[in-house]
């Protein structure tokens, strides 16, 4: 089990990156340089979703953070919170729960930025 | 690259003629999808084009020869399964095209497959299923010279 440097148990994780890329740090590095870059946008594209209730973008973005979760390890940590947003979404329901979710998944992702900074 | 920019076929290289041929579109909009399918294909020395919508993809598509499509589902302007219809219906297209996803919502493979495509693959792409799914449409006897 891996922590970080305030004892909290990492929510990240390079082992899938650094089997893929077969030694190629460089690609490693790149890859984290796009998640730093595109996580953050994901996370306020759905939250101006959230907060203008638009089911379709609160779906479309979801699913799109979901694409990009493994490649840092945090799909095993929130996962199924953003599927389940990307269900509601879909199904147009539910919004307290989506914003519920997202509340844990924004967090979850800052620490996973934090981690990889 | 790997040794000689081949692709290695049960632990053999293949003659450069064979992975020189092949071109592959890749229809996907999260950049790091696309960031790791192009360093696999790079890696063995595949020729590929990476569109970002499926827009995109036709417009490619009726500017060059592709051998195979790499298809995502959920896209802007366009997604997966519309560009597979437009494809078979109106390009008249045989081109096998794999559709590639994060977990599924329900009944989003039969509309995959419904739609055309020929193969249903899993996100984050697994080298091993890709090489195999190369190996079967691209490389294996029966499709040996084939168009």
């Known amino acids: 089990m891996a ?41 306020t594209e759905l939250a101006t979703a959230i907060h203008n209730k638009d089911f379709t973008a609160i779906r479309q973005v979801a699913h799109r953070m979901q694409s990009s979760l493994p490649f840092v390890g945090v799909n095993k940590v929130i996962e199924q919170d953003v599927m389940e947003i990307e269900r509601l979404g879909e199904n147009r329901c539910d919004l307290p729960q989506i914003l519920h979710l997202f509340s844990k998944v924004k967090a979850v992702c800052e620490r996973a930025q934090a981690e990889l900074r | ?112 497959m419904k739609s055309g495509m020929t193969e249903y693959l899993t996100k984050p792409i697994n080298e091993e299923e890709l090489h195999q799914i190369i190996v079967k449409y691209l490389i294996s006897p029966a499709h040996q010279g084939a168009e």
């Not at chain 2, 000689?4 to 999260?30: A, F, Q, T």
């Not at chain 2, 399964?81 to 977990?103: C, G, S, V, W, Y």
Request: aromatic share 6%.
């Open chain 2, 1 to 112: 690259m790997n040794r000689e920019g081949n692709i290695l076929l049960d632990g053999k290289l293949l003659p450069p003629e064979i992975s020189d041929r092949i071109c592959i579109l890749v229809v996907e909009d999260n950049i790091l999808n696309q960031k790791l399918t192009g360093f696999i294909l790079n890696d063995w020395g595949v020729k590929h084009k990476i569109c970002s919508n499926g827009k995109l993809a036709l417009d490619a598509l009726q500017l060059e020869h592709f051998d195979l499509i790499l298809m995502d589902i959920q896209m802007p302007e366009m997604n997966g399964t519309d560009t597979t219809e437009f494809i078979r219906q109106n390009l008249k297209l045989n081109i096998p095209i794999i559709a590639m996803t994060a977990h599924a919502l329900p009944g989003e493979r039969e509309r995959c």
């Open chain 1, 3 to 43: 922590f970080n440097g305030n004892g909290l148990e990492k929510v990240t994780s390079l082992d899938y990156l650094k089997e893929l890329s077969k030694g190629n740090s460089g690609f490693v590095q790149e890859m984290i340089r796009i998640f730093l870059t595109e996580n953050p946008k994901e996370l």
